[in-house]
């Protein structure tokens, strides 16, 4: 057995029968393994925050969970299941973005809306952290898929729902879904660029530079 994981166990469930036993259910449960599991994933994404490089390394993973590569294998078969599931916790935790906007909110109040809770995101640590893992990832799309499938499976997933939500995000209103499917590709490489000057440093007012963002997208969607 993996250190730090519990075997399985049977937990009798008593159907209130006349013997007390006979008749009982059997639930298998395993929590103390799931909350392993979740630990992991937990230490895992505060490795990967701080940006380091060497981070993003089974071996210096499992290190810095406190627990063996083979323990971690246990839990996710391999570095791509480690990854794949790392970036799913992410986009649980980061939920359905542009539906946490007002659903009745005028268009520009909606967009303004999007851009500062996407700003606020991407300085999170769960964002650093991805930052961290794709640049250590084979850039070529083909290349991904074929030494990492699980994660490049993941990754894939994000686009079209992000899309979707966008899209569900405008739908009362008289919008053009190509309009809004223009943005909602753009806008995440916009919003980084955004991010990655206040973090390297700029003279700029960040402020003027969402309004003005904001502004645009409320123009092109509304034109």
Known sequence: MVPGESRTSDVRVDDGSPDGGTGSVTRRVNRRGQATRE??????????????????SGNRIAK????????????FDDIDGLWAAVLHRTAE?????????????PLAERVAAIVDLMYDGLTAPESRAIETLRAALPRDPDELRRMFP?????FASWGPSWIDSCQRAFADLDVDPERVREVAAFLPGAMRGLVSEKQLGT??????ARRGLARAIVALLAG
């Open 39 to 56: 630990a992991m994933l937990d230490a895992a994404l505060a490795s990967l925050a701080t940006g380091d490089p060497a981070s993003v």
């Open 64 to 75: 810095d969970i406190g627990a063996t590569w083979g323990a971690v294998k246990y839990q």
């Open 93 to 105: 935790h980061r939920g359905d973005l542009p539906m946490s906007v007002k659903p009745d909110a």
């Open 150 to 154: 699980k994660t490049a499976a993941e």
């Open 203 to 208: 003279f700029q007012d960040q402020q003027l």
